[in-house]
């Protein structure tokens, strides 16, 4: 089965007007993308809790560190922001800007990709939406590493498909590097491999001349990888631990907890318990000293759910109704093995989700971001298919339509592709920026509220998303419960200045009656009201207080 690609026109003035009409077309797709994503991280004021991880690393890189950042932890997405920091330019900022930059220009790669698969009309409205969609757009403004892991990965889908298509050894390098940076932001860039070696051996005529230029052109692919090492170890290699010989090794650890290679190699595996929450529900005065450790991890069954709601929730409604629309309308042309190279990496990415999950018990919508690119074609074609559904359907108002169509000089159906679009885009406008939620506006109140208080360079306790609190108060340290470790120990174990628990999880009578419990307790419960507005009914705050008749009890030194 071979690939066909786009037709291209015969002659140079043609070419050359294609070439100009193709670059008029990016450059509005571009400002489409770049518009509501700038917009975005001008609304932002708040980072999430995997940006404090990221800045610890930049730091590490930078050789501002306690300690050299863990080999096996090195990731490409920290190592801009140290670069970017070098530049003179603050982490927040870095990281924020970053994040619109890569998440606009995906756009470029995404374009050209689906045009050479499809044609100019479905890249153009797959690129519309995928660039109007509300988890894209929200996530590119975030402190994340999604935005650069999916330039990457549209790179090198672009790439590959070209140096399968075409075979050319140029192509092929130009693939091998995307997927090396890829592999450095997030572990799935090893799946990239998979729709390229399927394009490549359904290109191929089983000739020894064809076979020879595929044979070079993976060559170069896999020789990219230790070249492009070189420049990384030299330039962090200092601040690293060890040679960096790959990004996210550390995530390796969740496949020997996987059932299948527990089941091959039948080897006693030792189960972690994962970081518990500070506190656990309890009705009860013992909830502060009951355990706050979960089972060893999720079920196989309650990990399938998350990861369902988790894509429901990142691909969007509306969004996935028109892929499910264009699978059926266009379901002959996606069980050709063209179609399942690509769909084969969104299931492998979908399998490596599904792990995280089963491992860890946590999942965010950023995860579907992958998913969305690959059914973006499908998507086109469902909202394609909407379009035409319409125009027929309307024959009594076609009159007046085409009148309408006429003053835009262009046909019924583009009209209403544009109507289409332009209902998603509103869609897209009320999810992200009237009704989404401050997830962490608590965290950042609180944290500013205990810096102006309580001064910075305390020592703060709390748990999941607090961490975000601590980055605001400037907290230093900032401890997090052990495995299995209640509340109560960890207070007794660290003695922090400061305890952020969550009123969810644990009630400010439960918290009062131990604390009365135990008068050697060194903390108070701060007033309700004395906390800011937003936080009063989420947050509970402890704070160490200093008594001198106790002073080798309670006394911070």
Not at 116 to 134: E, I, K, S
Not at 291 to 296: G, N, Q, S, V
Request: with cysteine; aromatic share 10%; glycine share 6%.
């Amino acid at each position: 089965m071979t690939i066909s690609s786009s037709p291209r026109p015969a002659s140079g003035e043609s070419s050359s007007a294609a070439r100009r009409s193709q670059s008029a077309t990016i450059a509005g797709l571009l400002l489409l993308w770049l518009v509501p994503r700038a917009a975005m991280a001008v609304k932002q004021d708040v980072i999430c809790p995997d940006a404090v991880t990221y800045f610890a690393h930049a730091r590490m890189l930078e050789g501002l560190g306690p300690t050299p950042l863990p080999a096996e932890h090195f990731n490409l997405y920290p190592a801009i922001l140290a670069g970017l920091h070098q530049l003179g330019i603050d982490y927040e900022t870095a990281g924020r800007w970053w994040g619109v930059f890569c998440g606009s220009l995906i756009v470029v790669p995404l374009y050209s990709w689906i045009r050479r698969q499809f044609d100019d009309r479905t890249a153009v409205v797959a690129c519309a939406l995928v660039g109007l969609h509300p988890k894209s757009i929200e996530w590119s403004a975030q402190l994340v590493r999604d935005p650069t892991f999916c330039l990457f990965a549209a790179c090198a889908l672009y790439a590959g498909f070209r140096a399968a298509t075409e075979r050319s050894i140029g192509w092929f390098a130009a693939a091998g590097a995307a997927i090396f940076l890829a592999t450095q932001t997030r572990i799935e860039g090893w799946f990239l491999l998979l729709p390229i070696a399927v394009w490549t051996v359904s290109e191929s005529d089983r000739s020894w001349r064809t076979t020879g230029r595929q044979l070079a052109g993976w060559t170069a692919l896999a020789a990219v990888y230790p070249l492009m090492l070189l420049p990384i170890n030299a330039k962090f290699g200092a601040n690293v631990d060890g040679p960096i010989i790959g990004g996210n090794l550390v995530k390796i650890e969740y496949l020997r907890h996987a059932p299948l290679v527990q089941n091959l190699f039948r080897e006693p595996i030792v189960v972690v318990a994962e970081p518990p929450d500070l506190a656990t529900p309890a009705p009860s005065s013992t909830s502060m000293t009951a355990t706050a450790a979960r089972p060893e991890r999720v079920t196989v069954v309650s990990a399938t759910e998350m990861t369902l709601r988790a894509m429901i929730r990142g691909i969007s409604p509306l969004y996935g109704l028109l892929v499910c629309v264009g699978l059926f309308v266009g379901r002959r042309r996606w069980l050709t093995l063209q179609q399942q190279a690509a769909f084969a990496y969104f299931a492998a990415s979908l399998l490596a989700v599904w792990l995280h999950v089963w491992e860890s018990g946590m999942t965010t919508s950023r995860y579907a971001l992958t998913p969305v690119i690959i059914s973006a074609p499908y998507a086109a074609l469902g909202c394609l298919a909407v379009a035409n559904f319409i125009a027929t359907k309307v024959r009594r108002l076609r009159e007046p339509l085409l009148r309408a169509a006429a003053v835009f000089h262009a046909p019924l159906q583009n009209c209403v592709v544009a109507g289409v679009l332009l209902v998603f885009g509103l869609a897209t406008f009320v999810d992200s920026f009237v009704t989404q939620s401050a997830e962490y506006g608590v965290d950042r109140s609180i944290g500013l509220w205990l810096k102006e208080h309580a001064g910075p360079n305390r020592s703060l306790a709390g748990t999941g998303h607090f961490v975000v609190a601590g980055y605001y108060a400037k907290a230093d340290p900032f401890y997090r419960p052990a495995a299995a470790e209640t509340p109560a120990a960890m207070i007794a174990r660290c003695a922090p200045d400061v305890v952020l628990l969550e009123t969810k999880q644990t009630s400010r009578t439960a918290v009062d009656a131990w604390l009365a419990s135990d008068p050697t307790v060194p903390y108070r419960n701060l007033p309700q009201e004395s906390l800011p507005p937003n936080c009063r009914s989420k947050v509970i705050v402890l704070v160490r207080e200093v008594r001198q008749a106790r002073g080798d009890a309670t006394e911070r030194r």
